[in-house]
C-alpha cells in the first residue's frame, strides 16, 4: 500500500473543497440575486427618472388639438426643446394619425410630417395603452428603453396622439456592471480567504486521521510500537482510542498466532511422520521433513502446487475426489526404487469446515518398510520353520512306517532304520534349541553371564578342541575322516575382554564346524587375532568353495543356505550363523564375512576392547608381603 498520497487525493484538500464550492455556491446565489435586484431597482429609477411631467403630456395634447398644424408643430418643438434630461436620447410626438408632429433630436426633424412605421406606436394608438420595451441596437451596440404613452383629450377622453420617448441604457448597465464587478472581486477575495482557512481546518480536523492512517499501515506491516495521539474526547478522539486498541489487540492476536505457527512448524518438523497438506484441488500447501526424507527430495519447492497423486505417484490408481470421499482412509503406496526400498503407509483426513466445505487434505505417511520386511521375514520364517520340520519328520514317519510294516524283524535293516531315526531326531532336537535360543534373543530374556577373558587363550582353548579332533581320528585310525589343518597367528599380547564366554564359544564352534564342513580335504583354516584401537579383531579363514556374491547379504538369515542339498544332508539347521549374529550383536560388537566364490570364505568378529593394564602397587605389595 502507498503511504503517499499526492494532494488533490487527501482528504483535507477534499474538505477544504467542498468547503469552498459551498461558499462558491453561496456567493453565487447571493451575487445572482443582488444583481438581478439591483438591475431591477436601478432600471425602476431610470424609468421614473426618464418620464415626463404631466404637464408636458397636457402642452402636447393641447398642440395636437389645434387646426392649425404648422404653428402647432413649432409649438411642440418649443415644448420638447425646454425637455431637460440628459438620460433622454429623442423624444417624437405623433398624432392619432400615425403622423410625426414632433422630435427633439435635431437630427431627425426631417421626420417631422411623416408616417411613424413603429408598431408600439400604432399598437398605442390603436389600444390607448402604454407601451415600454428594451432594445438593443446592434449598429452602435448600445442598449435602449422605448417607452411610448398616449395623449388623451382631457375633453372626450379619446386618443389624440403618443409620445414615443427613447432612452440609452448605457449608464444604467455601466453602473451595474462596476457593482457587478466589485462584487465579483470581493466574493474572489473571499473564496480565497475562506479556501485557505478551509485548508487549515480541514488540516487541523484530519490530522489525527492522518496519524491513524499511518498507524493503520505500520500495523499492516507488522508495527505494533506507535500510538496515535488523543486529543479531545469528541468522535475523533475515540476513535484514536479504538485504533490504539485495534494496534494492541492485533499484535496480541499475532503473536499468539506466530507462536501457534511456529508450535505447529515445530510439531511438524520434529514429527518422526512425513505431513503433506493440500488444498481443496488436491495441490500441496504444506510439506514437512520427514516427508521430504521419504520421498528423497531436497526441497519443499519441489512439492509446493503439485497434485498430492503425483507426488505420491497414485495417479493411475485413485483421485483427488476419491481420496477425499472414499471410505478407505489409508493404503499401502510401494516407492520402492532399484536403489532404495521404500514402503510407505497413507492415512488421508479431509479438511473440512462446520458447514460440512471440504477445504483441503491432510496425508500422514509413516514408513513401514521396516515392518513389510519384518512380516515377510516372520511369514518365510514360519515357512522355513515348517519345510525344515516337515523334511525329517516325514523321513521318520516313513522308517517308523517301514518298522510298523515288519522291517523291525529285519536284523540288517532294522539297525540303519533306528539309526537314521535317531539322527533325524537328535537334528529336531537342535533345532528346536536352536529357534528357542532365537526366541529367547528377541524377546530379549536372554541373560549374559559376562566376565573380562583372556581372549587368546579362551580362543587357544577353543581351537585346542579340534586339534584333539585331529589327533583322535589319527590316533583311531579313521581315514574316512576330512583332514584339515589349522594355523594361527594371533599377537603376542593378552587381550581381556568381557565377554560371556560359553555363547562366545557357542560362536567360535559354529564358524569352525561351519569351515571344516566347507573346507576341501586338507585344506587349511586360518585363524587370526590382533588389537586394534578400541577393538579386538578375529578372523577365520577357510579354502572352500566360497560364497557367491549375491548371498554375501543374506549369508546370517535364519535358515539361508547357500547350498540347500548338501548343508541338510551334513545335518546343519540354518540357524547358526543366525545365532552367532545375535549373540555377537548382544556383546556389543560386530560380525561379517568376506568370500570369493571358488576361494575361500573369511568370517570376522570385532568386539569391543578397552586395554587392561595390570596395577604394579599390588604387585609391589605381594613382594613385600613375601
Not at 387646426?67 to 418643438?77: D, F, L, P, V, Y
Not at 423624444?91 to 417631422?112: L, P
Not at 413603429?118 to 428594451?134: C, G, I, P
Not at 452602435?140 to 409620445?163: C, E, K, M
Amino acid at each position: 500500500m502507498n503511504s503517499k498520497l499526492k494532494f488533490y487525493q487527501s482528504i483535507r484538500f477534499k474538505i477544504a473543497l467542498v468547503f469552498a464550492l459551498m461558499l462558491m455556491l453561496t456567493l453565487e446565489c447571493v451575487g445572482a440575486a443582488f444583481v438581478r435586484q439591483l438591475e431591477h431597482q436601478n432600471l425602476n429609477t431610470f424609468k421614473q427618472s426618464i418620464e415626463l411631467p404631466s404637464y408636458v403630456d397636457n402642452s402636447l395634447s393641447t398642440q395636437l388639438t389645434r387646426s392649425n398644424t404648422g404653428k402647432a408643430n413649432h409649438q411642440i418643438r418649443q415644448i420638447l426643446s425646454e425637455v431637460n434630461n440628459n438620460n433622454i436620447s429623442e423624444i417624437r410626438v405623433i398624432d392619432n394619425k400615425g403622423t410625426i408632429r414632433g422630435t427633439s433630436n435635431a437630427n431627425n426633424r426631417g421626420t417631422v410630417g411623416q408616417k411613424s412605421t413603429d408598431q408600439a406606436v400604432k399598437a398605442t394608438l390603436m389600444n390607448n395603452r402604454s407601451h415600454s420595451e428594451n432594445i438593443y441596437d446592434s449598429a452602435n451596440h448600445t442598449r435602449y428603453y422605448i417607452n411610448v404613452v398616449p395623449l388623451v383629450d382631457n375633453s372626450n377622453n379619446n386618443v389624440i396622439g403618443a409620445v414615443y420617448l427613447r432612452a440609452s441604457l448605457e449608464t444604467v448597465y455601466s453602473n451595474i456592471n462596476s457593482i457587478t464587478l466589485i462584487y465579483l472581486s470581493a466574493a474572489l477575495i473571499t473564496i480565497v480567504i475562506g479556501l485557505i482557512l478551509a485548508i487549515i481546518i480541514s488540516q487541523e480536523i484530519t490530522r489525527p486521521i492522518e496519524e491513524m492512517r499511518k498507524q493503520a499501515l505500520r500495523i499492516a506491516r507488522g508495527d505494533f510500537s506507535g500510538q496515535v495521539r488523543v486529543l479531545g474526547n469528541d468522535e475523533l478522539g475515540q476513535l484514536a482510542g479504538a485504533v490504539n486498541n485495534l494496534s494492541v489487540r492485533v499484535e496480541e492476536a499475532q503473536e499468539s498466532t506466530d507462536s501457534e505457527r511456529r508450535r505447529l512448524d515445530s510439531v511438524l518438523s520434529h514429527m518422526s511422520d512425513g505431513v503433506l497438506a493440500t488444498d481443496r484441488r488436491g495441490n500441496v500447501t504444506i510439506v514437512n521433513n520427514m516427508t521430504l526424507q521419504l520421498l528423497g527430495v531436497d526441497h519443499e519447492d519441489d512439492l509446493i502446487g503439485k497434485s498430492i497423486i503425483d507426488v505420491l505417484n497414485i495417479r493411475h490408481d485413485y483421485t483427488v475426489r476419491q481420496l477425499v470421499n472414499t471410505e478407505q482412509r489409508e493404503m499401502i503406496i510401494d516407492m520402492s526404487n532399484e536403489g532404495n526400498n521404500l514402503i510407505l503407509k497413507a492415512y488421508f483426513s479431509p479438511i473440512q469446515r462446520e458447514s460440512g466445505f471440504v477445504s483441503g487434505l491432510v496425508c500422514v505417511l509413516h514408513d513401514v518398510t521396516s515392518q513389510e520386511k519384518e512380516e515377510r521375514e516372520r511369514k518365510q520364517f514360519v515357512s522355513n520353520v515348517s519345510h525344515e520340520l516337515r523334511t525329517p519328520l516325514t523321513s521318520v514317519h516313513s522308517y517308523v512306517e517301514a518298522l510298523s510294516d515288519g522291517a523291525w524283524k529285519d536284523k540288517q535293516v532294522a539297525p540303519k532304520f533306528l539309526k537314521v531315526i535317531q539322527g533325524e531326531t537328535d537334528r529336531m532336537i537342535r533345532m528346536i534349541n536352536d529357534l528357542l535360543s532365537l526366541s529367547r534373543m528377541d524377546a530379549g530374556t536372554t541373560k549374559l553371564n559376562l566376565e573380562y577373558v583372556n581372549i587368546k587363550e579362551l580362543l587357544n582353548y577353543i581351537l585346542n578342541r579340534f586339534d584333539m579332533i585331529i589327533k583322535k581320528e589319527e590316533d583311531d585310525g579313521e581315514t574316512t575322516k576330512k583332514k584339515y589343518t589349522i594355523e594361527r597367528h594371533f599377537t603376542k599380547k593378552d587381550l581381556w575382554v568381557e565377554i560371556d564366554t560359553d555363547k562366545f564359544t557357542q560362536v567360535i564352534d559354529n564358524i569352525m564346524n561351519n569351515a571344516i564342513k566347507y573346507s576341501p580335504d586338507g585344506g587349511i583354516i586360518t585363524v587370526r587375532l590382533l588389537e586394534t584401537h578400541n577393538h579386538v579383531i578375529m578372523s577365520i579363514a577357510d579354502q572352500g568353495l566360497g560364497i557367491p556374491r549375491k548371498d554375501l547379504g543374506r549369508i546370517f538369515d535364519r535358515f539361508f543356505r547357500v547350498d540347500k542339498a548338501r548343508s541338510r544332508k551334513q545335518g546343519g539347521t540354518g540357524l547358526g550363523l543366525a545365532i552367532s549374529k545375535e549373540v555377537i550383536n548382544m556383546l556389543g560388537g560386530q560380525i561379517w564375512v568376506d568370500s570369493v566364490e571358488g576361494h575361500g570364505s573369511t568370517f570376522y568378529i570385532s568386539l569391543p576392547y578397552v586395554p587392561y593394564e595390570e596395577e604394579d602397587d599390588w604387585d609391589d605389595d605381594q613382594e613385600a608381603k613375601s
